[in-house]
């Protein structure tokens, strides 16, 4: 029997996978993002289909409810920016996917302070100045860069009370507490990548995935997929047997 058909046999009977077909094999796997000093809990629902002799396609498919209840509990009364004389705190946040993109839209306490300067390098905060109810809407895209799944945010829009909005154009407020926050999250989002990792048992796979996005699950359920393909070779089916003979689900060497 050819490789490209007892491959992916071989994947369901190591992983106690569902499998289909014979040419295809689904399994689930839990999975987690480190953020800072925490771990968020998501699904990768993994998907292996044989398309060529010498060559598997791989499908994945990060499924991210749980991240998306959680995210916004622990942003809560948090300053997204903090500086001597400016403070946006995210009040409230809530996100979902739509078809092939992410909606975010959430409440922004904007404060400002006076700021004093105490030496050449070095400010001290003062008083509170004024307080602004802002509400911030925005959506987000998915990237690709090196096999890993990152967020950007493709704008951000900040609405202030109607007889706020003529003294804050005024004085440019909302456009830079805009490029403040935009910053802010690019760099916490950048060093947030997902970058799905397979089991010990399939690690010597390493796919290739060239293509992603975000994708709805359910109604408003945030997910990302991600669509490449494996290189097999001799070797590669060499260590799946290894596998399974460890595991005393095939006979070992003679």
């Known amino acids: 029997m050819r490789h490209w ?38 699904t990768l629902d993994l998907n292996l289909a044989a398309v060529a002799p010498t060559r598997i396609g791989v499908g994945a498919l990060l499924d991210l409810r749980e991240i998306q209840k959680t995210v916004p509990e622990r942003l809560a009364d948090n300053a997204i920016v903090d500086n001597c004389g400016l403070q946006a705190r995210l009040d409230d946040l809530s996100f979902g996917a739509q078809g092939d993109a992410i909606d975010l839209d959430g409440d922004v306490t904007i404060t400002i302070f006076e700021c004093s300067r105490t030496s050449e390098r070095n400010f001290q ?63 916490v989002l950048n060093d947030t990548p997902l970058c799905p990792k397979l089991p010990a048992e399939l690690a010597s796979l390493d796919p290739v995935y060239d293509n992603g996005g975000p994708k709805e699950i359910g109604e408003g359920g945030l997910g990302v997929f991600l669509e490449g393909s494996v290189d097999v070779s001799p070797s590669t089916i060499l260590d799946i047997l290894t596998v399974l003979q460890r595991q005393e689900l095939i006979p070992g060497p003679p």
């Open 5 to 42: 058909l007892i491959f992916p046999v071989l994947m369901a009977a190591v992983l106690d996978a569902r499998a289909p077909s014979a040419q295809q094999v689904d399994f689930v796997v839990d999975a987690t993002l480190p953020v800072r000093d925490t771990e968020l809990p998501y």
């Open 125 to 187: 905060r003062g008083e509170q100045k004024k307080a602004i109810l802002a509400n911030m809407s925005t959506e987000a895209t998915v990237e690709l860069r090196d096999n890993c799944a990152y967020f950007k945010l493709i704008d951000l829009t900040l609405t202030a009370p109607e007889e706020q909005r003529e003294q804050l154009l005024d004085d440019d407020t909302l456009d830079s507490v805009k490029e403040l926050m935009l910053a802010a999250v690019d760099l």
